[in-house]
């Protein structure tokens, strides 16, 4: 093949290409500090790391929800700042390693700019697939202007390290408050978690947490959201939920198997929240419950379990448990809403939080 046949778009289109700078003129910060806001992590004030469980749970986890816990889905950095330029330093606990989604979405950031309720997409740290560290400019305007910028942490990467740098005269101040002080917990699989968003961002618990404005806890842990007691017990020490989201299905095996964990895992965190509003959502369509009516069927069971086990709860005179179909969640257009068959695209998770949007509001008022 000669040079001029072989193709390298990111020589010949500068947009392509990775950019990292490191200038010698940023300042730089810890977002852990005030007035920047770090939400996402309940455990950070206490582990002071980027991790979605804590360090030393109080019981015994299994190893793999242990190890995704690591994984910074959820995150946000928030705050105001009148700077021209806006940096990330990152030290990621590896490179990517998904073949089904982008860099981008496993390791890089990306930012918002604008008021809660009218964010509007910045740009995002294009990472290599070999990187582990990097340098980004994430934008520079030409206007010194106060403005709320949101930063979404990594999908499914750890961050061991984080930096924000501004101009060495830009000023930061504390970003507006969430509409609510409490947060939304949600618990599931990789789907929850975000595989496979081109971005951070665009994971559904992240849009949704831009339009309602809140904190969300996200607890999707990739092929491992399977209901495991020990991980209710660990759930339901999160402080102040103003609601729990259970979105396991996809990984809760077979419908014997759902059996046995779906009343377990309620009834743990019923303990704890004996009126905190619980969101049972079953499962998207997959590409291969058209071709396979043994997995459709298998979907149509697990969907059945779930719903009786609410109506059960709610006929036990629980007000406070709510049951939705994720089977229509992705639409008409379904079949073209997923990457692989089974992770939502960008589309099918803007997809997932329209549809969500209003069973969560209505949950929050119960």
Known sequence: MTETTKVNAARLDSNMNVECQADQTVKWWDPRQAPMHVAGFAWLEKDGKYRRLPVEPDYEIPVAVDILANCTSGGQVRFYSDTK?????????????????TPMGQCGFDL?????????????ASVGSSVTEYTYRLFKFTDRERRCLTLNFPLYQGVEELW????????????PVYERTDKIVIYGTSITQGGCASRPGMSYPNILS??????????????????????????????????????YEANSGSVDMMESTLSVFLDLYREKHPEVPIL????????????DPEVKQRKLERKRLQKEEVEKRIAAGDRYITFYDGSEMLGENWAECTVDGIHPSDYGFMQMAQQLLPVIKQCLKS
């Not at 924000?164 to 970003?175: C, H, K, L, V, Y």
């Not at 049972?280 to 071709?291: D, N, P, Q, R, Y």
């Open 280 to 291: 049972l959502v079953s499962c998207i369509k997959f590409a291969g419950e058209t071709f």
């Open 112 to 124: 918002y700019v604008g008021q809660p309720g009218n964010q509007q997409y910045c740009a995002t």
């Open 210 to 247: 831009r339009q309602l404005n809140m904190e969300f806890i996200n607890l999707g842990f990739s092929g491992n959201g399977k209901g495991e007691p020990n991980v209710a017990k660990v759930i339901r020490e999160i402080p102040d939920p103003a609601l729990f989201v259970m979105d």
């Open 85 to 101: 330029e806006l940096h990330v330093r990152v030290k990621l606990s590896g490179s990517a390693y998904l073949n089904n989604m």
């Open 164 to 175: 924000i740098g501004t101009d060495q005269d830009a000023s930061i101040w504390e970003a």
